[in-house]
Each structure stands twice: as structure tokens, then as C-alpha cells.
């Protein structure tokens, strides 16, 4: 099994920045994939940005590229997305995955193991 915990979100005002954490504990030996995904209510969970741990390849969806930077260390388990000039629209819980899946290109939703509970990100305009 494996822990996955969020931390960072928060309150900006439009423009503004926040860091969002994650830590992942347990049976991490195989972690391959971490990524960030946002929900809001009524809505289906969508992708944000990915790092493969083994390849350090990072992904990002159309509406983040250029604003949101995900990095990560894969001695610790970690990663982190930078979120610079944020929009209303980013506003969302924001959920940290992880996935044992080891690939050349970017995972699908279902192909991830773990999650964490999730951190709220609000961005007033």
C-alpha cells in the first residue's frame, strides 16, 4: 500500500502563485508516475500535469502549459506543482496520484494506483 498526502493549497487572488505538495510513503520502491489532477463539484476529475519518475518526463494538460511546473525527487517520493498567474478557472480540489505503471508516454486517470485526499485551490478574480 501506499500513502499519499497533499499540501499547499489555499486562497490567491487571480495572478498569484501557490505550491502544492506531495508525499508519498509506504510501498514506494515502485512508484513510476506522479500525478496532479483537479475536480470540481458535479465534474470529472481531470488531468493537470504528470512526472514519470524513472524518465523525468513531465506532461501537462493544454490549459496549464506555461503557468504550472511539476517537479519531483524520486529518492523521497515527492512532488510538487508550482502554480504561477492563476486563473479563476484553476479553482478546484486539487488530488496528488501516484502509479506503479511503468511507460514511454503519459498515463490515463485509471492507470493510477493511489490517492491522496485532495486540497482545495481557490483563486479569487
Known amino acids: 500500500q501506499v500513502q499519499v498526502v497533499e499540501s499547499g493549497g489555499g486562497l490567491v487572488q487571480a495572478g498569484g502563485s501557490l505550491r502544492l505538495s506531495c508525499a508519498a510513503s509506504?510501498?514506494?520502491?515502485?512508484?513510476?508516475?506522479m500525478g496532479w489532477f483537479r475536480q470540481n463539484p458535479g465534474k470529472e476529475r481531470e488531468f493537470v500535469a504528470s512526472?514519470?519518475?524513472?524518465?523525468?518526463?513531465?506532461y501537462y494538460a493544454d490549459s496549464v502549459k506555461g503557468r504550472f511546473t511539476i517537479s519531483g525527487d524520486n529518492a523521497n517520493n515527492t512532488a510538487h506543482l508550482q502554480m504561477n498567474n492563476l486563473k479563476p478557472e484553476d479553482t478546484a480540489v486539487y488530488y496528488c496520484?501516484?502509479?506503479?505503471?511503468?511507460?514511454?508516454?503519459?498515463?490515463?486517470?485509471?492507470?493510477?494506483?493511489?490517492w491522496g485526499q485532495g486540497t482545495q485551490v481557490t483563486v479569487s478574480s
Open positions: 512526472l514519470s519518475l524513472s524518465t523525468e518526463k513531465t
Open positions: 496520484a501516484v502509479s506503479h505503471i511503468r511507460s514511454w508516454s503519459n498515463l490515463a486517470i485509471r492507470d493510477y494506483d493511489y
Open positions: 509506504g510501498r514506494t520502491f515502485s512508484n513510476y508516475f
